[in-house]
């Protein structure tokens, strides 16, 4: 849906260039303020008449779920997020001009969770089921234009059990209008490929459909004008073609770029395709396609190739909430979780294991990263009862078509997947159960005949030679989930096929808690995916944050990225998970409502292991110690130290030196096991004897004051955005309290709210939605959103006992 973000460019490009050409073209308005929300089932809401002016006014995109109470009675169940469900429905009044009539007016939903049903004027419009697709609804004849006019969409989430993670509830991402001529182009209609590429030349092929509801033949005239990243026109070209009434036409054109510059992790260089339709020197549409300059490849051997460099593929996999924002869509807290990603030096994300937000896609594009796209987590064989294996003989042809029409031009998707430890690799051919190779080589099939430029893979847990979907021969690319001593030999296994790690690690760590044990005692907890720990694990539900926890299914984060960074066949990994995730808080049952598995917590505060990645997967200088220094007389501490750009790192504790260590093997860390004496541990990082990089921790007081850090301290009136406040509970010298779980309360004043509350804790049951949140481990975060008018939010925490810290931040 990228025309939205370039709608006013582009009406300015044809008025200025379109050579007398009359402009009648694309509008496309956001629409998702003022919409009429009500929680349960409601008799007689979808028609015109229904009074529903007691219903609860708001903005999208919503998630009624995530304002709810956790609770292990909700049927979606600990795994789900132990947060309700239900139905409920939305209204929406507006008027469309009178100047509209013989126009083409559309609504379209980047994704309703799920089972929607939309109605125009009390007239039925369809239903969707799948919870994460994008779809579009044509309201031309339905509407009364110079009057008012009714949208009404029910969202079905009652029925539960149906995923296997928090999948959030609602209209929870964006909602758009647009009005084009009736000869237009539809939907994600373009499609621009660049067959060939080098430095001095590239050829772009761009495929244009035309959609004619005009009523009559007509002969249309497509103009494709193409800019550089800077903004410079550097191409265009004409074509003309006759669409017959009511018809669909494709219109194929070519243009050659000089010395492109290409697409790339470090630089990702967006072009801009500006598409304008012409019928009788009238301008009917205009649209605009981004797109990225830029070759690949997956070598069985040597792994992945990025315009004829090798790189290794870095990666995440990521659901798709967003911490305390649950599941309704942000983009910027989507651009925050992915900075802070790529501070990592992580350049992948798997979009675990749904079509993501469009705009999720438009910042990979951006910010440079490898994507692989996922469209299904089952097929026909159920998870859970009520997934969408129910809807799956139906509707999965139309959503993986829209699916694949809607990403395809994005130049950050280099890898299709579709599904995820799908139940079809298990079954007895010869016994007939041979569904999933014949699933398998359908939905290929359908890939293909859409886009030929990307390898389509699934990602496999069972690995073994009966898989039926590696059996079926459809994919030239294999991805193992987890299996991560079997990396090594994949190509005995499976001669011939390229290798992608699509799921790895499920390591397990809550941030801030050390349990004492020696650091190089690893332990997988539970013993196996259908049993529960033995001995039951920590009491308070913690896991040590040291990296020595995992799933049975899986690895800590040193096993997994030694094999990683040694394999050159190996093209990449996508770990599970950048960030921790509402729902499946495995290794424990309730309390625990959320995951442990991210790198980086609920709240986005990075975990130890964090630095253990950006250690090996930045060029920028890292020195990390841990854990805290506040312990009890006697206690025996592993300090760990994850560093680069050095040769060795010293550590004293209280000034005396316990000597100097350099990472042995394939060690990617060093530690020290050192007798308890408060006071402070000190790490010095030298490379060539001289001092690179010095990093204290000091025995922390009693709690004594409050600090405030905002991610951004200057933020837009648009109604949307956010600044994250970072608090941190302080003793009097400046140094974080390590266990500190004070209560603190927020007050706002100026042009700016409150969305959200949290502290990363996987077991809290505080509700997000509220203007006070305790500490976790020393630290809270409060979520500040601007509204539409100019000004100052000033933001205040305190607490009892502690000196309050206020911040200002600059809405403009």
């Known amino acids: 849906m990228r025309i939205k973000l370039d709608f006013i460019f582009v009406t300015l490009v044809f008025l200025t260039l379109s050579a007398g050409a009359q402009n009648s073209a694309r509008t496309v308005m956001s629409f998702n303020n003022d919409w009429r929300f009500h929680l349960g089932e409601v008799s007689g809401a979808n028609a015109l008449s229904f009074n529903d002016g007691q219903w609860r006014k708001l903005n999208l995109p919503h998630d009624w779920s995530v304002e709810g109470e956790f609770s292990q009675k909700h049927p979606a169940g600990t795994g789900g997020g132990a947060l309700p ?38 007239t039925f419009l369809g239903k969707r089921p799948n919870g994460y697709i994008s779809f579009r609804y044509d309201l031309t004849s339905h509407l009364n234009y110079g009057g008012k006019n009714v949208i009404a969409v029910k969202v079905d989430n009652a029925e539960q059990p149906n995923s296997r993670w928090y999948s959030g509830s609602g209209i929870y991402r964006n909602v758009w209008l647009s009005t084009t001529g009736n000869v237009h182009i539809p939907l994600s209609g373009t499609f621009i490929t660049t067959p060939q590429v080098s430095t001095s030349s590239a050829s772009a092929n761009i495929k244009t459909t035309v959609a004619n509801k005009s009523g009559k033949t007509q002969v249309v005239t497509i103009n494709t004008l ?83 460099k090798p790189l290794k593929i870095r990666g995440v996999c990521n659901h798709h909430d967003l911490g305390a924002l649950g599941a309704a869509f942000n983009v910027r807290a989507a651009e925050r979780q992915l900075e802070i990603l790529k501070e990592m030096g992580c350049n992948g994300i798997r979009t675990a294991h749904n079509p993501p937000a469009p705009e999720l896609l438009d910042l990979c594009d951006k910010m440079g990263f490898i994507v692989m796209d996922e469209a299904f987590d089952m097929w026909a064989k159920p998870k859970n009862k009520f997934d969408y294996s129910v809807d799956w003989t139906q509707w999965y042809k139309k959503d993986l078509e829209d699916f694949i029409r809607r990403d395809r031009n994005h130049p950050s998707v280099f890898i299709w997947s579709v599904g995820n430890e799908i139940q079809e690799q298990w079954g007895d051919a010869q016994k007939g159960d041979s569904s999933g190779r014949s699933i398998a080589r359908d939905l290929v099939s359908i890939v293909k005949k859409l886009d030929t430029t990307r390898e389509i893979t699934t990602a496999n847990n069972e690995i073994n030679p009966w898989n039926n979907l590696i059996q079926s021969n459809a994919f030239s690319m294999v991805g193992y989930n987890y299996n991560h001593k079997s990396w090594e030999k994949f190509r005995k296994d499976w001669p011939g096929k390229k290798f992608i790690v699509t799921e790895s690690t499920s390591a397990l760590q809550t941030r801030g808690h050390y349990d004492l044990i020696p650091f190089d005692t690893i332990r997988r907890w539970p013993e196996a995916w259908d049993k529960p720990i033995k001995g039951g694990g920590n009491p308070d539900f913690t896991v040590s944050a040291y990296d020595h926890v995992s799933a049975p299914w899986g690895s800590t984060h040193e096993e997994s990225l030694k094999v990683l960074e040694k394999q050159d066949h190996v093209s990449g990994m996508y770990v599970w ?99 308890y004496a408060a006071g402070s541990v000190k790490a010095i990082s030298r490379k060539a004897g001289k001092p690179i990089l010095t990093r204290e921790i000091k025995t922390a007081g009693a709690p004594a004051k409050i600090e405030l850090h905002a991610d951004r301290n200057n933020i837009a009136a648009d109604g949307k955005d956010l600044s994250f406040v970072t608090v941190r509970v302080l003793d009097a010298e400046g140094n974080l309290v390590p266990k500190a779980d004070n209560l603190v309360r927020f007050k706002v004043s100026g042009p700016g709210f409150i969305n959200a509350v949290d502290n990363g804790s996987p077991t809290s049951h505080e509700p997000f939605k509220a203007s006070q949140r305790k500490a976790f481990n020393g630290l809270a975060l409060a979520i500040l959103q601007a509204t539409e008018k100019a000004g100052q939010i000033t933001f205040t925490a305190e607490s009892e006992g502690l000196e309050p810290a206020t911040l200002t931040i600059h809405v403009k």
Request: no cysteine.
């Open 85 to 122: 469900g239900g139905t409920g429905w939305y209204r929406k009044t507006f008027t469309i001009p009178a100047s509209a009539k013989g126009k083409s007016v559309f609504i379209d939903f980047d994704g309703v969770y799920h089972r929607s049903e939309v109605w125009i004027n009390g």
């Open 226 to 308: 193409i800019y550089s990243p800077e903004g410079k026109e550097v191409r265009r070209v004409s074509s003309s073609k006759t669409v017959a009434a009511n018809g669909l036409a494709e219109v194929v054109q070519a243009a050659v770029l000089n010395k492109p510059s290409l697409w790339s992790v470090d630089n990702p260089a967006l072009y801009k395709a500006v598409t304008q339709v012409v019928v009788n020197k009238r301008i009917t549409d205009v649209y605009a396609t981004p797109f990225g300059v830029r070759t690949f490849n997956f070598d069985v051997d040597k792994g992945f190739f990025l315009n004829g």
């Open 577 to 675: 998970t950048g960030f921790d995730y509402l729902g499946e808080p495995t290794p424990y049952p309730w309390p625990a409502r959320s995951s442990y598995f991210g790198i980086i917590d609920l709240a986005g505060f990075p975990k130890d292991v964090y630095y253990l990645y950006k250690s090996v997967w930045s060029e920028k200088p890292v020195l990390h110690i841990y854990p805290h220094w506040n312990w009890k007389q006697g206690d025996t501490v592993d300090v760990v130290s994850y560093y680069n750009n050095a040769d060795e790192v010293e550590l004293f504790v209280n000034g005396k030196s316990l000597g100097a260590k350099r990472k042995e093997g394939d060690n990617l860390h060093v530690k020290w096991r050192v007798p």
